[in-house]
């Protein structure tokens, strides 16, 4: 079965500190796709990134990167310099590539709050 | 804004009521699927519709039923609604079935009272 877990359930951090979001994800397909999705106050659900497996190089994105390592199962999401602005919660989330697993299985998410 | 769009936003109703949700995907994108968010279960995934038919199917209810037009825009019906049933619903849309990243709609709440 798929599952992703997201063991941070609440960060909390002043601005201009660097912080990091983890995803461990399981799942026994060989290929498969990892996502990062924000959610802030207002509800609604901002793709950030795709990444699939055969794919390992790390992304950097403005303030923002991912470290996805195949070997730990695990691909986590950095934020440099947070501001008040990426208060919101997270949510790593993982699909296969058959006909029947394209869903997305989503994490529990993390609650980001970025103080001033 | 994803282009994904639903209506309504809020939706207030009585137990034993039934609902329908709409959900438009973005032009061109033929996938449309169907996530409930509650406080206890978290982000679930419901069923998906690929340019009109139905392509899988996740944790939903009996109670619960949709389709997708030939216009592509979809529609999620929820009968015998019990408070449980209160959640955010999304839909989100991609071109094709598979990978491709998903665009989520803005939601509607719902709520059972």
């Known amino acids: 079965a798929q599952k992703v877990t997201q063991a941070q359930t609440e960060i909390s951090v002043v601005e201009k500190e660097d912080v990091t979001l983890d995803c461990v994800y399981e799942?026994?397909?060989?290929?498969?796709?990892l996502f990062w999705y924000k959610q802030p106050p207002s509800g609604e659900l901002v793709f950030l990134i795709r990444r699939n497996s055969f794919d390992e190089q790390n992304e950097i994105s403005g303030r923002y990167s991912w470290n996805f390592q195949k070997s730990t199962s695990s691909f986590n999401f950095t934020i440099t310099a947070s501001q008040v602005v990426d208060s919101a919660v997270y949510f790593c989330?993982?699909?296969?590539?058959?006909?029947?697993?394209?869903?997305?299985?989503f994490g529990k998410g993390t609650t980001l709050s970025v103080s001033s | 804004d994803s282009g994904v769009t639903q209506t309504p936003k809020h939706l207030i109703t009585a137990t034993g009521q039934r609902v329908t949700l709409r959900c438009s995907p973005r032009s061109g994108d033929l996938s449309v699927y169907w996530y409930q968010q509650s406080l206890d279960q978290g982000l679930q995934f419901l069923i998906q519709?690929?340019?009109?038919?139905?392509?899988a199917k996740g944790n939903i209810l009996e109670r619960f039923s949709a389709q997708q037009f030939p216009d592509l825009h979809s529609e999620l019906n929820l009968s015998s609604l019990e408070l449980g049933d209160s959640a955010l619903y999304f839909c989100a849309s991609s071109v094709r079935t598979g990978t491709n990243e998903q665009f989520f709609g803005p939601g509607t709440r719902l709520t059972v009272l």
């Open positions: 799942t026994r397909d060989t290929t498969y796709y």
């Open positions: 989330a993982l699909s296969g590539t058959n006909q029947a697993g394209t869903a997305l299985i």
């Open positions: 519709y690929y340019n009109g038919e139905e392509r």
